[in-house]
């Protein structure tokens, strides 16, 4: 059975893809495809945001649809970027323009005052409509420069005190032991367990 997720970002799809692996499904993408609609995330929440995508696609489609909406706190900037992180920076937005932002509005603010946090929820729609949405997250603490090359995003910036080090040092293994998506992953996997199991009992 397929899985499409409902997402443009290759490099979150490549870290879904990776904390899916081993579940019988051939997980594809919005570019897998030329004639998907647009997405108008206007929700307030990230929980919102992953349903409006997962149902928007799966609407259309009618198949199985992973939406993911994710994204950063920062709690001395009374928790922005948070859904609006991809483009915090404006039009035209890069990640390392927005890393530059947050470095710039952090300037002075020392390191126990630079706690955040990133977090994502995952919704699971079919042509039916929404089956569910979970979510999780992952403390950290901002750095002073960015730092490491693994990852996307803010992850150049992300520390994670036990280790001392940003996400984009530590690596993808280390990160999908503990990120905010391994963590709504895990509970995205039991949705999807159950929805297949009712599946096959009604197809068979
Ligand atoms: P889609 O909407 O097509 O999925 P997007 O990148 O616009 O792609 P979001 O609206 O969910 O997705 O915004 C997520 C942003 O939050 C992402 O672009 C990063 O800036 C940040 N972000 C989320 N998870 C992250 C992670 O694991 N590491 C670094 N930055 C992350």
């Known amino acids: 059975m397929e899985l499409l ?22 997980v594809t993408f919005l570019a897998d495809y030329n004639d998907m609609p647009e997405i108008i995330e206007d929700g307030k929440t990230f929980e ?12 259309y489609a009618k198949k199985l649809v992973l939406g993911e909406d994710s994204g950063l706190e920062v709690k001395a900037l009374g928790n922005r970027p948070g859904v609006y992180s991809a483009r915090y920076s404006g039009a035209g937005a890069t990640d390392k323009k927005n890393n530059l932002k947050i470095l710039r509005e952090l300037k002075g603010v020392p390191l126990k005052k630079r706690a955040a946090r990133y977090r994502c929820a995952v919704a699971l729609a079919d042509a039916k ?19 490491g090359a693994s990852g996307f995003g803010y992850d150049p910036l992300f520390v994670i ?34 929805y297949l199991k009712r599946y096959l009992q009604v197809s068979s």
Do not use: P, W
């Open 5 to 26: 997720v409902a997402t443009r970002n290759k490099k979150k799809l490549q870290e879904i893809r990776e904390l899916l692996v081993g579940l019988d499904l051939k």
């Open 129 to 147: 409509g929404l089956i569910g949405v979970v979510s999780g997250s992952c403390s950290g603490l901002i750095g002073f420069k960015s730092r």
């Open 48 to 59: 919102a945001n992953a349903a409006i995508k997962a149902c928007t696609i799966a609407q």
């Open 161 to 194: 005190e036990k280790y001392g080090k940003t996400f984009a040092e530590l690596g993808l293994l280390i990160k999908h032991k503990m990120s905010h998506r391994f963590k709504a992953l895990k509970k995205a996997r039991g949705l999807m367990a159950r």
